[in-house]
């Protein structure tokens, strides 16, 4: 099946500062989804981002799917941002069942 | 409006016990999901609704676990003579036309 890879693992930023969170793919996809999974479980719809760039406040995100790579940016980071952040891929010719990313857990310290 | 609901929030039983757990999707949407989460992973997929049908049940890890879609609105995972290793967060999600995913807050299940 497919893989799905995000970096980094862990990321531990200063109240204030940007990143940005990698994930790549194995193979050809239709779908593309980023969430946030909040310290209470609840994922967060973030960005369905099959293709291009889309923005959302101090979040955007950018999909290259000719070379099987989307980008998440996080911009002026706050405390509330802590969490982990998935990327969710649906497989070409797999019907509509999300394959997900190990995650990046990032944490927003003062 | 409402999102995806599930109940319970926390389930805890027995060993050999079988137990229900409930999805009630947004309104108007056809594609239901079951996922199920362990502690420190991404979701894996379990099985898809189209309507009342199991489009895909691929992700089932055996026929302990059942899933039912009566009436193509809520949804309940059955799952029999549980294990201590069925211990997960069981997440549902439903999807608009477009194919976005939007998912619920999960049960949590603890098999002792």
């Known amino acids: 099946g497919i893989q799905v890879e995000q970096s980094p693992p862990d990321l531990i930023l200063q109240e204030g500062a940007n990143s940005t969170l990698r994930c790549n793919f194995s193979d050809s996809v239709n779908n593309l989804q980023w969430f946030h999974q909040n310290p209470w479980g609840q994922l967060i719809n973030l960005f369905y981002i099959p293709s291009g760039t889309k923005q959302n406040g101090r979040l955007s995100a950018t999909t290259v799917a000719t070379e099987r790579y989307s980008l998440l940016y996080i911009s002026s980071s706050q405390t509330t941002d802590s969490g982990v952040y998935f990327c969710a891929v649906l497989n070409t010719g797999t019907a509509s069942k999300l394959t997900f990313g190990t995650g990046t857990r990032l944490q927003v310290t003062l | 409006g409402a999102g995806v609901s599930q109940t319970p929030s926390n389930k805890v039983t027995e060993k050999g016990k079988y137990v229900e757990l409930r999805c009630d999707p947004i309104?108007?949407?056809?594609?239901l999901y079951w996922y199920r989460q362990s502690l420190g992973q991404g979701p894996e997929f379990l099985i898809y609704?189209?309507?009342?049908?199991?489009?895909?049940d691929s992700g089932l890890p055996n026929d302990r676990f059942f899933a039912v879609r009566p009436e193509g609105s809520v949804s309940t995972l059955k799952i029999q003579r549980t294990e201590r290793g069925d211990s997960a967060v069981y997440l549902c999600a439903s999807s608009n036309p477009g194919g976005e995913q939007f998912f619920g807050p999960g049960t949590r299940l603890t098999v002792l």
């Open positions: 609704f189209q309507g009342t049908g199991a489009a895909d």
């Open positions: 309104s108007g949407h056809t594609a």
